[in-house]
């Protein structure tokens, strides 16, 4: 029975050793346009946007202050035909001193919430920490960027966003209604 709510969940859900996938069930496969059998033993790289998107979650799995058994955010994800979309993800490591080692994933699609805009992946390091409530000059120490760059990267979200103000950039990237 436990095979059967894993396979059958609402959500894709997909076990990871050291960010490779070792089993996944139907809707995570739906949600990145394969079969299950198809992303067995993949890296979880390749659903990725881009390398260095992969090495930058890697890196904040790592230095994360807070429980390293679980992690949640939205990012945008890469199907195997290419396309982009806006996913939510969450995890729970079963090793908190080595969170890579083994772990259950979920992948919800939450585009139909919020556009897929072709951003840069300093952009989409802003837009995530701005979601999160960051300020310019947080972001900044974070990044280990001057409060000017990361509003120089807010100004070209709100224009890539259309936008007007800060307030509805945020709207707009959580999914928020107006």
């Avoid at 894709?12 to 394969?34: D, K, M």
């Avoid at 390091?125 to 979601?131: D, G, N, P, R, S």
């Amino acid at each position: 029975m436990t095979e059967f709510a894993f396979d059958h969940a609402p959500v894709g859900l997909a076990v990871l050793e050291n960010r490779v996938i070792r089993t996944c069930n139907l809707q995570f496969a739906t949600t990145f346009c394969g079969t299950p059998k198809d992303f067995i033993n993949r890296t979880i790289a390749e659903l990725y946007p881009s390398q260095e998107d992969f090495q930058r979650i890697g890196t904040v799995l790592q230095q994360l202050d807070a429980p390293k058994d679980t992690y949640t955010d939205e990012r945008i994800m890469r199907r195997s035909d290419g396309s982009l979309f806006w996913c939510r993800v969450r995890g729970r490591s079963t090793s908190p001193e080595s969170p890579f080692e083994t772990g259950v994933w979920s992948f919800v699609d939450i585009s139909q919430d919020r556009p897929v805009v072709s951003l840069t992946p300093r952009e989409r390091e802003v837009a995530i920490l701005t979601c999160r409530g960051l300020s310019a000059k947080e972001i900044g120490k974070e990044l280990d960027l001057s409060y000017r760059t990361i509003e120089t990267h807010r100004a070209h979200l709100l224009t890539k966003f259309g936008a007007r103000k800060l307030p509805e950039l945020v709207a707009k990237l959580s999914g928020t209604p107006l």
